[in-house]
């Protein structure tokens, strides 16, 4: 997992937007920047008649700075930086999605390891079955009909096994994807797993600590309050310093300024409908991403409550093909392959006691897969 956690590409690129938002909120409490000017005051048109030298107007330069209210400014850093937070559970978010491709992946592969083993076994047993047949079969102790069938059954286990094969090889390849290696890299697999054992109810208050979806809706819901907090601010206002100075063309004048500081009037009624009107769709949006974490707490549980029975159930029942059934199946064919050794038997009875034991087998696997597969998707929802 620290390979998928480091190396995986999407995660990486998620990474990348995340380091974004946060660099977008450095520059939260910047100024706009200074406007400055020049031009004429009073300037007559050209082709007007004579005129005394204190008309003909000035040369005038003038400089502006906006100065945005300091309160606004630091509620707006706090409110993208909380963006930068959701996005850090996103990340959580889908490396427990690729953590449980990659365990659903990986246990297939153990399960697939345990078929070719099965398959090895079988291939030997009728390779074994068909070679005494043919060695019977000139003293008339052996079938040509039981000899086919036992080939028959040998080609095809060759074919799944060859199946088989293809399908671990796929699961590595899924594998170097999600940790971003070559898609040639080739490995083993540990066969010795174990299953997460069922915990006691899990209640909203772990839920909450310990899924990152819920994480990122509290999150969200933060930075809406934050977003929230930004647009009542609005109602304070805003300053703004504006400079000019005239140079007249008659040297007689003196030289003038204008310096002005204004400030903004938001509790204008006009223009208050705005910010009023927008406090009010976030609040109503904040009450329902609570709805909606409720909800998602709820069905949580009762999801997890409902895998943790089906676990139990599909533990019970790979324990009694462990325990019980295939076992007694086992003793079933040995006792038929004995007597057939013994020539008290007839082929098609052993091969009959293969396929049941066969078939028990491959249905212990492929609970064994349901159980590894259940168990993956109960630590997702747990996040474990």
Do not use: C
Not at 91 to 118: C, D, G, P
Not at 159 to 174: D, G, H, S, T
Not at 240 to 245: D, V
């Amino acid at each position: 997992m620290h390979y998928i956690h480091h190396n995986n590409l999407m995660l990486q690129e998620h990474d990348l937007q995340t380091r974004a938002v946060k660099t977008y909120a450095e520059g939260a409490k910047s100024w706009m920047a200074p406007m400055v000017g020049a031009g004429v005051f009073m300037y007559p048109y050209p082709g007007q008649g004579n005129m005394e030298s204190r008309d003909r107007g000035m040369i005038m330069a003038a400089a502006q700075q906006d100065i945005p209210n300091p309160v606004k400014l630091k509620a707006k850093e706090k409110y993208l930086e909380s963006r930068a937070a959701i996005e850090e559970e996103g990340h959580e978010i889908m490396y427990n999605q690729f953590r449980a491709q990659a365990k659903t992946a990986y246990y297939q592969w153990i399960v697939l390891e345990k078929k070719q083993s099965v398959l090895q076994e079988n291939q030997r047993i009728m390779q074994f079955m068909l070679k005494l047949s043919k060695v019977r079969y000139p003293y008339n102790q052996s079938s040509l009909g039981s000899i086919y069938k036992a080939e028959g059954r040998l080609h095809e286990v060759e074919n799944i096994l060859l199946m088989n094969e293809n399908e671990m090889i796929m699961k590595n390849i899924q594998l170097n994807i999600l940790m971003n290696l070559p898609q040639n890299t080739r490995f083993k697999v540990d066969t010795l797993v174990q299953v997460a054992e069922p915990i006691a109810l899990a209640d909203t208050a772990y839920l909450s600590t310990a899924r990152s979806d819920v994480r990122q809706i509290d999150k969200r819901i933060q930075s809406m309050q934050l977003n929230l907090r930004l647009e009542d601010l609005e109602r304070k206002p805003d300053f703004s310093l504006r400079f000019e100075n005239m140079i007249p063309r008659d040297r007689m004048m003196p030289q003038q300024f204008t310096a002005m500081g204004m400030v903004s009037v938001p509790i204008a009624p006009w223009s208050a409908r705005m910010y009023k009107a927008n406090s009010k769709a976030m609040g109503l949006e904040i009450e329902a991403m609570q709805k909606g974490r409720e909800n998602l707490l709820n069905e949580a549980q009762g999801m997890i409550a409902s895998m943790a029975l089906e676990l139990q159930t599909k533990q019970t029942q790979v324990r009694n093909y462990e325990t019980k059934i295939v076992p007694a199946l086992r003793r079933n064919y040995e006792t038929t392959l004995l007597s057939y050794e013994q020539n008290t038997g007839q082929l098609p009875l052993v091969i009959d006691a293969w396929e049941a034991l066969n078939m028990a087998q491959m249905e212990y696997l492929n609970n064994l897969e349901q159980l590894y597969l259940i168990s993956v998707n109960y630590e997702k929802e747990l996040e474990k």
